[in-house]
């Protein structure tokens, strides 16, 4: 808008737009007082008391206007329960151990991860039952002298995306979706503290990144239990992740669908305006509704994307009557847009064809 407005943009020392860096995820931040008067919290899950000094907040330490300028204009990191990871600064993601506070306040307690043991975090590499393993993907090979093989480029997906068909007589003998683009997060992964892929996994994705953090907390719940290690989920905790997942499952599908799929269709109807990209009506409502069934995530989560509210034993947000009656608020709107824009009947007749 200051491009389009030929506003002057200031910039501060690192050429950030100094409007939106020169406040701190502090300002803003409902746990002030209890800063103030460190009253620190002493485990993730709870709406009262600091997350500076034992949980690894770096709210005070980060420039960015989440909590003036709310996440998905509904929630942030400390308000949802989580501390700021600083993701913002310039040394982001090159940190380590973005659960741990600054030296001189000492580590995150262990205790802060619900559902462990003590001391799980720092002596589970050491573990005399760990083992080191490695999955190997099977690629299947084909002997394709007398075969023909076609590629294409497929548009309008996230990144580039290549479809190999390979043809035997006139016919389709084996279809193979390839991304040819390697991205590396494995190579940044690799000698990082375990909990560290909470926060780097989910930035694979600015679309479907929650389904990589809950594949991320799976996989490291089911790590820590091959190992010995209990961890208890509570019901409360797991549904809280599957809506949340669900919530951006629906926003994939919608954005798929109208923002991906349809466009093509208009070049064989051009009565279709509705579904006209930026102009059309139900485009706009299509992005309209996807946008706003994220709030959900935001209210659990404190943001969408790139949230990394769920953890090892269970989640960080102890949602209030009141931000439960807002969430179902914006379900029970996005369910009467599909059943009036989508589907065209009552969801309880669709789901009984």
Known sequence: MALYYD?????????????????????????????????????????????????????PLTHAPCNKILWNRISSKTRAGMPCIGCTEFNFPLRENYFDTIEKYGNTR???????????????????NFKKRKSFQKIRRYSVAMAKVEKRILNRVEGDIELKLIWEKGKIKDAFIIAPNFRGFEFILENKPLLDALVITPRVCGICGHAHLIA?????????????????????????????????????????????????????????????????????KAVY????????????????????????????????????????SIIDSVLEYFENDIIGMNIIDYLLI
């Open 110 to 128: 262990r205790s802060a991860f619900r559902g462990f043991k003590k001391d799980i975090h720092y002596d589970f590499w050491s573990s005399k």
């Open 216 to 284: 991320t907390t799976n996989a490291l719940e089911n790590l820590y239990r091959e190992n010995g290690y209990e961890i208890e989920v509570s019901q409360k905790a797991q549904l809280i992740r599957n809506i949340t997942l669900s919530c951006e499952i629906i926003q994939n599908h919608i954005r798929w669908f109208y923002l991906f799929v349809i466009p093509d269709f208009l070049k064989f109807n051009t009565d279709l305006k509705e579904f006209y990209p930026i102009k059309g009506e139900k485009w706009r």
């Open 289 to 328: 509704y996807s946008s706003k069934i994220v709030k959900v995530i935001a209210i659990f989560g404190g943001q969408w994307p790139h949230t990394s509210y769920s953890i090892p034993g269970g989640v960080m947000c102890e949602p209030t009557q009141m931000e439960l009656m807002e969430a179902i």
């Open 7 to 59: 506003r002057k943009i200031m910039l501060d020392e690192f050429n950030r737009p100094k409007e939106l860096f020169m406040y701190l995820p502090h300002d803003g931040c409902t746990r002030n007082e209890y800063f103030e008067w460190k009253a620190e919290a002493e485990e993730f899950g709870h709406k009262e008391g600091c997350l500076f000094y034992n949980l690894g907040c770096r709210g």
